[in-house]
T-cell receptor, first 117, second 112 residues
Framework: GAVVSQHPSWVICKSGTSVKIECRSL??????MFWYRQFPKQSLMLMAT?????????EQGVEKDKFLINHASLTLSTLTVTSAHPEDSSFYIC?????????????FGPGTRLTVL | GENVEQHPSTLSVQEGDSAVIKCTYS??????FPWYKQELGKRPQLIID?????GEKKDQRIAVTLNKTAKHFSLHITETQPEDSAVYFC???????????FGTGTSLTVIP
């Protein structure tokens, strides 16, 4: 149980294009999903927290107009990197947390490697 | 906001020895402290967690201790094996789980 998937696993795009990354909880309902960014050999940096049906809460320094997050259902959250530039190249990982009664642990997706040319 | 610090950043031990990784946190409201293991290019995997109502938790070769007064918690791996080599992250979270912050990571290498 507690499987989280991400799609795509790897994407290469041209500068200026937008890229959408999907995060799905496959066998549980995720009331909260988190989006992280990870640079090589560095820690996970929390970008935003999204609760189903409400607007995402962005961490300080993260541009909400650049990183659009939608948590439309209890099993799906999407992150759209708008007008991507080379500095947006990174490993993006989502995680999901269960609903009422959940112990609080997060389950991570496999990550999406974004390369912007 | 929460600030989680982790030490050391790199750690090498001989196979069979013990490894200890320490973390401190700043927000006294944090009460859930998980540890994750991340192998290169893979997702973080939860290996053990502890909540603020206990001081120590053990699962086979892995143990975690928590000192809530001092705001620090540690991961202990005994009888290390080469497959324990990975990056380990500590994290701190509140009960609601809507604030979740990671330490900077420790790259553990177990030398056969």
């Amino acid at each position: 149980g507690a499987v989280v998937s991400q799609h795509p696993s790897w994407v290469i795009c041209k500068s200026g294009t937008s890229v959408k990354i999907e995060c799905r909880s496959l066998d549980f309902q995720a009331t909260t999903m988190f989006w992280y960014r990870q640079f090589p050999k560095q820690s996970l940096m929390l970008m935003a927290t999204s609760n189903e049906g409400s607007k995402a809460t962005y961490e300080q320094g993260v541009e909400k107009d650049k990183f659009l997050i939608n948590h439309a259902s209890l099993t799906l959250s999407t992150l759209t990197v708008t007008s991507a530039h080379p500095e947006d190249s990174s490993f993006y990982i989502c995680s999901a947390r269960g609903g009422a009664g959940a112990r609080g642990e997060q389950f991570f997706g496999p990550g999406t490697r974004l390369t912007v040319l | 906001g929460e600030n989680v610090e982790q030490h050391p950043s790199t750690l090498s031990v001989q196979e069979g020895d013990s490894a200890v990784i320490k973390c401190t946190y700043s927000d006294s409201a944090s009460n859930y402290f998980p540890w994750y293991k991340q192998e290169l290019g893979k997702r973080p995997q939860l290996i053990i967690d502890i909540r603020s109502n206990v001081g120590e938790k053990k699962d086979q070769r892995i143990a975690v201790t928590l000192n809530k007064t001092a705001k620090h918690f540690s991961l202990h791996i005994t009888e290390t094996q080469p497959e324990d080599s990975a990056v380990y992250f500590c994290a701190a979270s509140t009960h609601t789980g809507n604030q979740f912050y990671f330490g900077t990571g420790t790259s553990l290498t177990v030398i056969p």
